[in-house]
């Protein structure tokens, strides 16, 4: 590897503890990113003469919090000149010098402010892969099919959002805690939702978006141990991700679960998941939602094949989930198990009732759905319209190419019926 691969691979393993460790000495998570930069700028300039140093890690950590430090002395100084002539400058804290022992707190404090809820949900997600996921503004874009200026003007008006609100950098403890957690939570979900089905694009799945979400949940984990839904969302993403390659076909097809090759299921996730789980359900008394829906996966893990999947459990975990956290989504993913378990006709009424749910109208899984239940009760015509309206809907090609494939087969079958 040349010396500017490795500083850039160093720099991507080790960005998040960087920012993390000097954004607690200025207290400002846009001027830490700028300092971890200037700390990169400098390695790209000296490694290449001195060498790449035994710990290039600590060598950049040491680096950036030397350039914090003389940043907020000088502060500190101009604020002293300020106040000799008379004028006033708002504090600037002290200069902190934290330990190893402190880089998990720095981690933990910066994943709580990346994900404050005072920022929107596109912000939230934006500012995490940026300064957690080490990604930079046009992996970020191509990832979610956005422009770079797009995210880039996300990022920093996030930042800028950030310190006109005056969010203190700093892990929240009481109330706060838990509406800040639910936050952290929610974006490692979206993030490995957008990568495991892709919204848009010609892609059906990104890997890589999965695996930027593995990583932040990991770490999360390590920093919280005693947060049982922690451990759940953990548990839920290690085994859907085990699943990935098994989802697309050889052209990048969708496959969907009921054909899914399970020899190609990597089951080291599996195994993964299973152990969080376990850690979830041993730390926490009442399970939360992301570990109802990771004990929901373990059913389809468990099941060497598709048929022998115990959807009775799957719909009862299913009831449970809707009732902690009512949903049309989730009541749409019930009716699928209970048609699973007790047949089409009581699951159409379930989706039936749906119909007129506005958060569903224009939710293309649901008459996907409605037509596949259609077409088990031999419903042929009634399925092609419901398979093709679903195809209208969705924005991802591959899984619109799978619905209208869907639909010509309904209506192929609608024809002999007719016959």
């Known amino acids: 590897m040349t010396t500017l691969g490795a500083v850039e691979a160093v720099f991507r393993i080790e960005s998040a503890r960087i920012i993390?460790?000097?954004?607690?000495?200025?207290?400002?998570?846009?001027?830490?990113?700028?300092i971890a930069q200037d700390a990169l700028v400098a390695a790209l300039e000296q490694w290449p003469e001195s060498g790449v140093p035994d710990n290039p890690g600590a060598w950049l950590m040491a680096t950036a919090k030397h350039r914090a430090i003389d940043l907020v002395r000088r502060k500190e100084n101009y604020a002293r000149k300020l106040v000799e002539v008379g004028r006033t400058l708002e504090d600037v804290p002290p200069p902190e010098v934290s330990g190893p022992g402190d880089i998990d707190d720095d981690l933990l404090r910066l994943i709580f402010t990346a994900c404050h809820p005072v920022l929107s949900t596109d912000a939230r997600i934006a500012l995490t892969l940026r300064l957690l996921g080490?990604?930079?503004?046009?992996?970020?874009?191509?990832?979610?099919?956005?422009?770079?200026?797009t995210v880039a003007q996300r990022i920093v008006r996030a930042k800028r959002s950030?310190?006109?609100?005056?969010?203190?950098?700093?892990?929240?403890?009481?109330?706060?805690?838990?509406?800040?957690?639910?936050?952290?939570?929610?974006?490692?979900?979206?993030?490995?939702?957008?990568?495991?089905?892709?919204?848009?694009?010609?892609?059906?799945?990104?890997?890589?978006?999965?695996?930027d979400a593995l990583r932040l949940a990991r770490v999360l984990a390590a920093l919280m141990p005693q947060e049982p839904e922690v451990h759940g969302l953990v548990a839920l993403v290690e085994i859907q991700a085990s699943r990935i390659a098994a989802r697309v076909g050889p052209d990048g097809e969708p496959v969907l679960l009921a054909d899914q090759i399970r020899t190609r299921w990597d089951q080291l996730l599996i195994h993964r998941g299973f152990s969080a789980l376990s850690r979830a359900n041993a730390v926490g008394d009442v399970p939360g939602?992301?570990?109802?829906?990771?004990?929901?996966?373990?059913?389809?893990?468990?099941?060497?094949?598709?048929?022998?999947?115990?959807?009775?459990?799957?719909?009862?975990?299913?009831g449970q989930l809707?009732?902690?956290?009512?949903?049309?989504?989730?009541?749409?993913?019930?009716?699928?198990?209970?048609a699973m378990a007790d047949g089409p006709t009581p699951a159409l009424?379930?989706?039936?009732?749906?119909?007129?749910?506005?958060?569903?109208?224009?939710?293309?899984?649901?008459?996907?759905v409605r037509g596949d239940l259609l077409a088990r009760l031999e419903r042929f015509g009634e399925a092609r319209e419901e398979?093709?309206?679903?195809?209208?809907?969705t924005r991802n090609e591959k899984e619109r190419e799978l619905l209208l494939g869907r639909?010509?087969?309904?209506?192929?079958?609608?024809?002999?019926?007719?016959?």
Do not use: M
């Open 407 to 419: 639909a010509r087969a309904a209506g192929v079958a609608a024809s002999d019926r007719g016959a």
């Open 349 to 368: 009424a379930l989706v039936d009732a749906l119909v007129s749910e506005p958060a569903l109208k224009e939710y293309h899984l649901l008459p996907s």
């Open 134 to 149: 080490g990604l930079t503004t046009e992996e970020i874009a191509r990832a979610f099919l956005t422009a770079d200026a």
């Open 322 to 338: 809707a009732a902690l956290v009512p949903s049309p989504v989730v009541e749409l993913n019930r009716a699928v198990a209970v």
């Open 289 to 318: 939602p992301y570990t109802l829906q990771a004990a929901i996966a373990a059913c389809h893990a468990r099941a060497v094949r598709y048929e022998d999947t115990d959807w009775r459990t799957v719909a009862t975990l299913y």
């Open 387 to 393: 398979f093709a309206r679903a195809a209208a809907l």
């Open 20 to 34: 993390a460790g000097v954004a607690r000495i200025v207290r400002d998570v846009g001027i830490a990113e700028e």
């Open 162 to 211: 950030l310190a006109k609100a005056g969010v203190a950098f700093e892990v929240p403890y009481g109330p706060d805690r838990s509406a800040r957690l639910d936050s952290v939570l929610e974006v490692i979900y979206l993030i490995f939702n957008e990568g495991y089905s892709a919204t848009t694009g010609d892609d059906w799945t990104r890997p890589a978006l999965c695996e």
